[in-house]
């Protein structure tokens, strides 16, 4: 009686043993890498007869068609990053990079970020908040916006966000004022 109750706890114990390692094996066969949302720079494009950069705002795919992007224009001039909107087809303000500029661009709206006012912090640095005072939890966020570094050919932006599961990561921007680069 004793050695079939050992027996069977053996047996019980073997099958626990086996479902967990079964289970992380799961875990551990999961890619999260697909799950994480990126930041980057990804090629130029001709719009409207100007060469502009192109954004990716979204989660990694394997196939960078499906991921969601934005056409971004850089003018060193006016020292004035812009968006393209789709729905009015033009380019909109949306960071103005003059040190002594204040303004605040409200609903800013990213690829699959949620959309955010972004107001000037510092000199180089643009905090993101919510346009109706408070993001809800699990939402995909950008935090803020810093200027790396600012020529007349290039601007080089690291935009800090986070993801549904507050995981913080960074994307770098490299953006060029294609009238000055030879690209």
């Not at 007869?49 to 971004?72: A, C, H």
Request: proline share 2%; charged share 30%.
């Amino acid at each position: 009686m004793i050695k079939e109750k050992i027996i069977r706890l053996g047996a019980i114990r073997n099958v626990v043993f086996l479902a967990i390692l079964f289970l992380t094996n799961i875990a551990k066969g999961q890619i999260i890498e697909i799950y994480k949302p990126i930041v980057v720079t990804y090629k130029s494009a001709i719009l409207n007869n100007e060469k502009v950069n192109i954004g990716i705002f979204d989660r990694f795919w394997e196939d960078t068609s499906k991921m969601q992007y934005e056409y971004l224009k850089y003018d060193s001039d006016e020292e004035i990053l812009y968006k393209y909107n789709d729905t009015i087809k033009a380019f909109q303000k949306i960071i103005c990079l003059q040190p002594e500029n204040f303004d605040i661009q409200k609903n800013v709206k990213l690829g699959i970020f949620d959309e955010f006012n972004l107001q000037r912090q510092g000199e180089d640095v643009f905090i993101a908040k919510s346009p109706i005072g408070g993001y809800p939890s699990h939402r995909r966020i950008v935090n803020s916006i810093e200027i790396l570094s600012k020529t007349k050919k290039d601007l080089i932006l690291r935009v800090n966000f986070q993801d549904e599961f507050e995981w913080k990561y960074f994307g770098i921007l490299v953006l060029k004022d294609y009238k000055y680069s030879k690209e």
